[in-house]
């Protein structure tokens, strides 16, 4: 397995725009979550699903956030509309129901200019 | 509530031992693990221990759980220029599968 894939890499975009983050977990893993990392609030859980079904989106900013997954490979963190200060890393990681191991993507990063 | 609690900064010399340190709050933890983050990339698995353990040996590294005082740490033996990271614990909740993470414990390693 590729392990968990994020795309894309880099995203450089101006204020207002629309920004959408996908990742790919693991074949075979249930759980996804999608996490924000930044120099000054470290790594914040914002949301993840079970079973493509989300179970705590606590962690989500505000509305402007939305966050889906509409099969077992494929989720995706919307931003609409972007401002500056949703500039960050951020990381996709997907665990099986035992939990035994959690594996991260290589991360977004978001420059929101 | 749910929090896991880390030391900011660790500074050893090359050839010692380091010793990072986690504590966490719920009692309802099944796994625990070790991530390691280098400068630009992603979080590494380094290592995890289920709850009901109290000691992980592989290789360099070494897991040590005290479920009664919900403190848990890892030593790196005979620590190396290239451990030089940010290691962060995280802590697997029962209830929800919810993946929580520490601060992060930025290791510097000087020859």
């Known amino acids: 397995d590729a392990g968990v894939i994020q795309s894309p890499r880099h995203e450089v975009t101006e204020m207002g725009q629309e920004v959408t983050l996908r990742c790919k977990p693991i074949s075979g893993h249930n759980s996804l979550f999608w996490y924000r990392q930044t120099m000054m609030r470290g790594l914040e859980l914002l949301i993840y699903f079970n079973n493509n079904v989300p179970i705590d989106d606590s962690g989500m900013p505000e509305d402007r956030f939305s966050a889906k997954m509409p099969n077992a490979s494929f989720s995706t963190l919307k931003i609409q509309p972007s401002e500056p200060r949703d500039s960050a890393v951020y990381f996709c990681?997907?665990?099986?129901?035992?939990?035994?191991?959690?594996?991260f993507g290589q991360g977004t990063r978001l420059t929101v200019v | 509530g749910e929090d896991v609690e880390q030391s900011l900064f660790l500074s050893v010399r090359e050839g010692d031992s380091s010793v990072i340190n986690c504590t966490y709050t719920d009692s309802s933890s099944t796994y625990l693990y070790w991530y390691k983050q280098e400068p630009g990339a992603g979080l590494q698995l380094l290592t995890y221990i289920f709850s009901n353990m109290d000691m992980k040996q592989d290789q360099r590294l070494t897991v040590l759980l005290n479920k009664k005082d919900k403190h848990l740490s890892l030593r790196i033996a005979d620590t190396q220029t290239g451990d030089s990271a940010i290691y962060f614990c995280a802590d697997l909740y029962n209830q929800g599968g919810k993946l929580i993470f520490g601060q992060g414990t930025e290791l510097s390693v000087k020859p």
């Open positions: 990681a997907s665990t099986s129901t035992q939990g035994t191991e959690a594996f």
